[in-house]
């Protein structure tokens, strides 16, 4: 269960309400249900099916369909000798990358990201060694967002060049302090390949990590969000690093994040900076951002976001101030009104899992 609530005013002028209006905002971002058989020592059928992104307006008005209604994972896993493992099935978004995230704003995000294989049909295979290194490949008929008009459709792509199924490989390493990943996919006409890799080492009480990324795309043949990982020819390179600082009876986490996006002869500069300070299962947190490094007024462009969050009985409240459309720690930027913009205000979220 992901339950978000917001009184505040929209940051666009591109939504359904007009921009500096105050409103509240009601989202039921995310339920879902698990679901999993042990078939038997070696194999497991699990699924996961469920309600996303509906704000509850949407309720009031009786305007659910099934659109509304998402399967996230329908899928048969077969454990096999010398630590091979073979899969089959339906995934939304695909389960395979690890990309080390070192800060709390996310400048190193998934490189490949949710965009990878957004809904694909899966058949796979890996082999995770027990001297940290892994590999992983699969051919995926591709069920991809495809803009046609104002309306964002799916269709099964392929890889048309080759007159096969889309493909997707994964190569990665890990130990006590390393992480590494090199990962490529071929999506219709498109090419993406990435890698990124982190380093963790504990100075005992300190503990630091860095991770650096690297991302490439080639391929126009779709566009959906975020837009510089569909265009044609876009690189994006990221860098970031965090620390755990104990002080006294509390936790210190500040983190910096950077990325660069190359992009229709143009280059956007991200940069993140968050802060969180922990005691027990209380945290204080900061989170700053810029979306646009080379824009002269930065009052367009900087986010903020501000805050409480309680983890009780496995239940975590989040409360605070959230600016412009950097909504990390909220997420409000999940709701179709919010997309172009942000949202200026007090939010709550409840973010509650049980098994």
Request: glycine fraction near 10%.
């Amino acid at each position: 269960l992901d339950w978000r609530m917001v009184w505040g005013t929209l940051d666009t002028d591109t939504a359904d309400a007009e921009k500096g209006d105050p409103q509240f905002y009601n989202q039921l971002d995310d339920l879902h249900l698990y679901l999993q058989s042990e078939l038997s020592d070696s194999a497991r059928l699990f699924t996961v099916a469920g309600i996303e992104e509906v704000n509850f307006e949407d309720f009031s008005k009786g305007s659910i369909d099934g659109s509304y209604f998402y399967l996230n994972s329908l899928f048969l896993e077969q454990d096999l000798p010398a630590d091979f493992q073979v899969q089959a099935g339906y995934h939304s978004p695909d389960p395979v990358h690890k990309w080390l995230q070192v800060t709390r704003s996310a400048g190193i995000e998934s490189a490949l990201g949710q965009d990878m294989t957004p809904q694909s049909l899966w058949i796979g295979g890996k082999w995770t060694g027990k001297n940290g290194f892994g590999i992983q490949g699969a051919a995926v008929p591709d069920l991809i967002g495809v803009e046609s008009g104002s309306t964002d459709i799916r269709q099964i792509t392929y890889q048309k060049d080759l007159g096969v199924p889309n493909l997707f490989s994964s190569f990665w390493y890990d130990s006590k302090n390393w992480d590494a990943e090199l990962a490529a996919s071929v999506n219709g006409d498109a090419f993406k390949i990435a890698s990124s890799g982190g380093y963790t080492y504990d100075f005992k009480p300190m503990k630091a990590a860095a991770s650096v990324g690297i991302k490439y795309t080639k391929g126009d043949d779709f566009t959906t969000y975020p837009l510089w990982d569909h265009l044609d020819k876009a690189l994006r390179l990221s860098a970031g690093i965090s620390l755990n600082m104990p002080v006294l009876s509390f936790d210190f986490n500040p983190g910096l994040a950077y990325q660069t996006i190359y992009y229709d002869d143009s280059v956007r500069h991200e940069m993140g900076v968050d802060a969180g300070i922990l005691y027990k299962a209380l945290e204080v947190f900061l989170v700053l951002t810029d979306y646009d490094l080379s824009r002269t007024v930065w009052s367009d462009t900087l986010g903020l976001e501000t805050g409480v969050t309680l983890d009780y009985s496995g239940v975590e409240y989040t409360a605070g101030y959230t600016m412009a459309g950097f909504n990390t720690i909220s997420g409000l930027y999940n709701n179709k009104e919010w997309n172009e913009g942000g949202v200026n205000g007090l939010f709550l979220r409840i973010k509650a899992t049980y098994w």
